[in-house]
């Protein structure tokens, strides 16, 4: 936890140079800037008093992302103010950290288990609508719009444009709002994405529902909790086959022949 603070604390200070830089870039185009007010009676205390914002900001965000969502802000200033003024504490300091640790490890078991039941509900009740298709792998799909054509392979680079969502309707990326289509190579994202599109057709459209162990697992990624299970409407623009690279031909130098010189005649 002191280490989580002393970081934020040095981002902060990261923030308030660069919001310096910003300012002074604005002042030279001739743009009306707001000015640093001193708010206490020396520059010391205004500091402190501004770090003290920049931290607390920062910090308030990324207890969002607690396992469980929960903490008592009024306990966890308590303990901060304790720590910072060295003053007697209800914890040893390795007795926090210790208890910190056991908690968040109980909690995110208890969040993944939340999550993983959540998925396979999911998946159980939708396994059971009408058109809705499953796989050996556990993988999900529904064909929304059908096209007749030649599917992909895992090694081709594939063009599309989706939308991707949580079981509870959280939209987490959406390349329809965008406005742009993604390319890439099939074989390099999620095994459901791998599997999933080589069942499509340009032109076709397809919502899958992708199992957490073929999506991004136990870890997640960026906005993605871990155990997620993630509902995709995939729509195949384009595909560009493998090409596989010629292959490079050796030339090997030609030896030449030695020929022997001629013998140098003696004088007479």
């Known amino acids: 936890m002191k280490k989580t603070i002393l970081i934020l604390a040095a981002v902060s200070m990261v923030f308030v140079s660069a919001d310096a830089q910003l300012l002074k870039a604005k002042a030279k185009k001739g743009a009306v800037v707001a000015v640093p007010v ?15 914002i920049n ?20 306990l966890i200033i308590k303990g901060f103010t304790t720590a910072m003024k060295g003053d007697s504490a209800l914890m040893k300091p390795e ?21 993983k039941g959540a998925g396979e509900k999911f998946l159980a009740e939708n396994k059971t609508k009408e058109g809705v298709k499953t796989t050996a792998s556990g993988l999900q799909y529904q064909v929304l719009v059908a ?12 063009k599309v444009h989706y939308t991707g969502t949580l079981v509870d309707g959280t939209k987490f990326d959406s390349s329809i709002d965008r ?17 999933g599109v080589q069942l499509m057709s340009v032109g076709s459209k397809f ?3 992708i199992p ?16 997620s299970t ?27 022949p030695k020929v022997a010189k001629p013998a140098k005649k003696g004088k007479k």
């Open 38 to 52: 001193k708010v206490f009676t020396n520059d010391v205390d205004s500091m402190s008093y501004a770090l003290g």
């Open 55 to 74: 931290v607390g900001t920062d910090f308030s965000k990324n207890l969002k992302g607690i396992p469980g969502g929960k903490s008592n802000i009024d």
């Open 95 to 115: 007795v926090a950290t210790e208890y910190f640790k056991n908690y968040i490890s109980k909690a995110q078991t208890k969040d993944a288990d939340l999550k």
């Open 147 to 158: 096209k007749d054509g030649p599917k992909p392979a895992s090694t081709d680079t594939v």
């Open 179 to 195: 406005g742009e289509p993604v390319s890439f190579p099939l074989n390099q994202v999620i095994p459901g994405w791998t599997e």
């Open 207 to 209: 919502k899958f529902v």
């Open 212 to 227: 957490y162990n073929l999506g991004y697992g136990e870890k997640g990624s960026g906005p993605i909790p871990a155990f």
């Open 230 to 256: 993630l509902i995709f409407e995939v729509e195949l623009l384009d595909i560009k086959p493998f090409k596989q690279p010629a292959p490079k031909v050796e030339v090997k130098e030609v030896e030449q």
